[in-house]
């Protein structure tokens, strides 16, 4: 019976599965955010989360353990040097696993997994800069670019009017030459029809 049994064994024997979340896990760490399945990510962060945890203390007892694990020492290195100052202040979940969609061979799940603390753009918690208040003197120098920006802005305008009544103006002189020819093909049509 296995009981209490919830590791997930991925579909690989257990040299394989090692040997794929080191791989995985050291591409994660090179890169800062991979693509993979679902099921892959979710057994990635159980395996990953506690080698980020020993990188805080950077200790040769935890360079060797982390090493035992990634079997990379580029990916130690970089985990060490970089990654452990950026998580530094954070108390555990240091990956974010966003659900992708069904992949289009075999629709599996697929998800992309990247470090929370690397992603700029989606931050939910970040804290807002509050703006404080500036003195006129900035404030005046800030309209003063505005007023040059809007004078350009303004010649621009006045440079596209002028051609737009250039092409008017051409428009109805080749309008008057249409009309031209048309009664010259008229009276020539006439006087041979005569």
């Known amino acids: 019976m296995r009981h209490g049994k919830k590791f997930n064994h991925l579909g690989r024997k257990t040299a394989h599965r090692k040997a794929m979340l080191a791989n995985m896990a050291s591409s994660l760490i090179e890169h800062k955010r991979i693509n993979t399945t679902l099921a892959k990510a979710k057994a990635?962060?159980?395996f990953v989360e506690p080698i980020i945890t020993k990188s805080k203390e950077?200790?040769?007892h935890n360079r060797r353990t982390a090493f035992r694990y990634l079997r990379n020492k580029y990916a130690v290195t970089e985990l060490f040097k970089?990654?452990?100052?950026?998580?530094?202040?954070?108390?555990?979940?240091?990956?974010r696993i966003i659900k992708l969609g069904n992949r289009l061979?075999?629709?599996?799940?697929?998800?992309?997994?990247?470090f929370v603390d690397y992603n700029e753009i989606y931050n939910?918690?970040?804290?807002?800069?509050?703006?404080t208040r500036r003195s006129r003197?900035?404030?005046?120098?800030?309209?003063?670019?505005?007023?040059?920006?809007e004078?350009?802005?303004?010649?621009?305008?006045?440079?596209?009017?002028?051609?737009?009544?250039?092409a008017?103006?051409?428009?109805?002189?080749?309008?008057?030459?249409?009309?031209e020819t048309k009664a010259k093909k008229k009276s020539d049509d006439e006087k041979s029809g005569e």
């Open 44 to 46: 990635l962060r159980q």
């Open 58 to 60: 950077d200790t040769t």
């Open 82 to 95: 970089n990654v452990s100052q950026k998580v530094a202040d954070r108390p555990g979940g240091y990956l």
């Open 105 to 114: 061979g075999d629709n599996a799940d697929m998800a992309m997994v990247e």
């Open 124 to 131: 939910p918690n970040a804290k807002k800069t509050k703006t």
């Open 137 to 149: 003197r900035k404030k005046s120098t800030a309209n003063a670019e505005t007023t040059t920006k």
């Open 151 to 166: 004078e350009v802005v303004e010649a621009k305008v006045e440079e596209a009017k002028t051609e737009v009544k250039e």
């Open 168 to 179: 008017k103006v051409e428009v109805k002189e080749t309008k008057v030459e249409v009309k």
